[in-house]
């Protein structure tokens, strides 16, 4: 065992193969080349929303209304469907469906766009991806009933073969979404964001589909490897792919009842450090957090990770913040709970320096530990 997998050591994201350090310097560059592009807009008499760049999605200005669009792929937890149905003769890739349009759909409504149409890339390893016909068809009606939950029409995508790109028995997934902001006045990019404004929690499911990496790194620690048992009666394996919550009901039923969140985060990548995402200065301070999924404390104990590798890593049991006049945050709690979304008054936002303070837990970060624009 090397010392990386001794259950003593701690077992930190970038040693199973991200670093965000790496990663991000690119995405800072390809949104400037990419805003160099705008311009060609005006030849079909629209424009960008500026200030979206470096948001989870990007806004058109097509003039009635906003046009929002966004392009997100599974990632890795693909993997572990793969293996789970090795180990136990079940398929999860209804499961898997899900986490895909969630990681696309969940990004689109952080600027307060109706999901409209999702778009599908499947693209397999070689043909023989297709012949599990128990496996094609979970992915088939998994993804048209995650469809039917957010409402947006599945119009169609792509299946390639691609041998020698991607692995042999593997496939890759990802998920475009459009949307759109109408009335233009839902639109939420930050610039309503003020001192006062409370910050709600809406509750994950588990892992989503972030930080599954670090967990499959995990597997080479445990005997039982994904078959490990863990709190609640289910393995390791099966609580990893518990599907990722989609949030896109609770957005369309805020903007039912008439509240206009300020901002809205996907925590995603970099865990709850995404609540520092807004470009503005602010310190944010959380005085209460959510509990922590079964699967995420398990992942925490058994890495040996501390509180700030593990909540600058991993959702932690939020995955998504609305940032909501102080006035409608009890009944942003109501909604969302009325729709089956735990949720929870966590923080606020206030003047200060840019940071993030999640007091309960004695952590902060300060401006430096978010780069993405």
Excluded at 157 to 163: D, I, M, N, R, Y
Excluded at 287 to 309: G, R
Excluded at 331 to 350: F, K, N, Q, Y
Excluded at 357 to 373: H, T
């Amino acid at each position: 065992m090397t010392a990386e997998n001794s259950p003593t050591t701690p077992l930190t994201y970038e040693q199973s193969g991200v670093v965000y350090d790496l990663i991000d310097p690119l995405k800072v560059a390809a949104q400037r080349a990419a805003a160099s592009t705008a311009p060609l807009l005006a030849a079909h008499g629209f424009s960008e929303v500026a200030a979206s760049r470096g948001e989870s999605a990007y806004v058109v200005d097509v003039g009635p209304f906003y046009l929002a669009s966004i392009v997100e792929c599974l990632g890795s937890k693909a993997l572990v469907a793969d293996e789970m149905q090795r180990l136990t003769g079940r398929s999860f890739y209804a499961g898997i469906a899900q986490d895909t349009i969630a990681m696309a759909v969940n990004d689109l409504i952080t600027v307060g766009a109706t999901p409209l149409v999702v778009q599908a890339y499947w693209a397999a390893g070689g043909s023989d991806w297709f012949s599990d016909a128990e496996r094609a068809q979970a992915l088939v009606a998994g993804w048209k009933q995650a469809c039917e939950v957010c409402g947006v029409a599945w119009g169609g995508g792509e299946t390639p073969a691609l041998a020698g790109i991607v692995e042999a028995g593997r496939i890759d997934l990802a998920a475009s979404c459009t949307g759109l902001v109408n009335p233009k006045s839902r639109l939420t990019l930050g610039d309503r964001l003020s001192e006062g404004d409370a910050i709600v929690l809406l509750a994950s499911s588990g892992i989503h589909a972030n930080g599954l990496s670090l967990a499959r790194k995990l597997v080479e620690r445990l005997p039982q490897g994904y078959l490990t048992p863990i709190e609640g009666g289910q393995t390791y394996g099966e609580a990893l792919l518990a599907p990722t919550s989609l949030y896109s009901p609770v957005t369309e039923a805020l903007a039912a009842a008439g509240i206009l969140p300020h901002y809205a985060a996907n925590i995603t990548g970099h865990g709850w450090r995404k609540l520092l995402r807004h470009p503005g200065t602010f310190t944010y301070r959380i005085h209460t957090v959510p509990p922590v999924p079964p699967v995420l404390a398990f992942i925490q104990q058994q890495a040996q990770q501390d509180n700030e590798e593990a909540y600058g890593t991993l959702n932690m049991g939020a995955g998504f913040a609305l940032y909501v006049p102080a006035a409608d945050a009890e009944r942003t709690v109501a909604i969302a709970r009325g729709l089956g979304i735990d949720a929870w008054v966590a923080g606020a936002v206030e003047a200060g320096p840019k940071q993030l303070l999640i007091e309960p837990l004695g952590l902060s970060w300060n401006a430096d530990a978010l780069q993405l624009r």
